[in-house]
Nanobody, 123 residues
Framework: QSLLVQSGGGLVQPGGSLRLSCTTR????????TAWFRQAPGKEREGVSC????????YFLDSKKGRFTVSRDNAKNTVYLEMNSLKPEDTAIYHC????????????????WGQGTQVTVSS
C-alpha cells in the first residue's frame, strides 16, 4: 500500500490541461523533496519535475518548462503537478515520489512512491 496517494489524471484532448495531486498522512511533505516521474509504454521512466523542502522547483527536461508547474500546499500537505498544453506524447503513467535531501532526477533514489495515475492525451 502506497504511503503517497495520488489523484487527478484521466483522458484529455491535445492542448488541454490536467492537475495531478499527491498527498500523504504519514509525514509533512514540506520536509522532503517531492518529484514527479512518468513512464510511457515501451519507454524508460523519466523525471518530470521536483519541489524541494524550501519550495525550490526543478524541471528535469527542457520540454516540460513552461507547460508543467510543480507546487505544494503545505496546509493541505499536497504536491501538485499542473500540466498545460498537453500533447499526445505526454501520455504516460505519472508517479509522485518522495526522498530526503535535495531534488534528484534519479528515480532510484526515491524510497517512497505513489500508486501512479494514467494520463492519456488523445482526440
Amino acid at each position: 500500500q502506497s504511503l503517497l496517494v495520488q489523484s487527478g489524471g484521466g483522458l484529455v484532448q491535445p492542448g488541454g490541461s490536467l492537475r495531478l495531486s499527491c498527498t500523504t498522512r504519514d509525514a509533512p511533505l514540506s520536509e522532503y523533496a517531492t518529484a514527479w516521474f512518468r513512464q510511457a509504454p515501451g519507454k524508460e521512466r523519466e523525471g518530470v519535475s521536483c519541489i524541494s523542502r524550501s519550495g525550490g522547483r526543478a524541471y528535469f527536461l527542457d520540454s516540460k518548462k513552461g507547460r508543467f508547474t510543480v507546487s505544494r500546499d503545505n496546509a493541505k500537505n499536497t504536491v501538485y503537478l499542473e500540466m498545460n498544453s498537453l500533447k499526445p506524447e505526454d501520455t504516460a503513467i505519472y508517479h509522485c515520489a518522495v526522498r530526503d535531501g535535495a531534488c534528484s532526477s534519479d528515480g532510484g533514489s526515491y524510497p517512497f512512491w505513489g500508486q501512479g495515475t494514467q494520463v492519456t492525451v488523445s482526440s
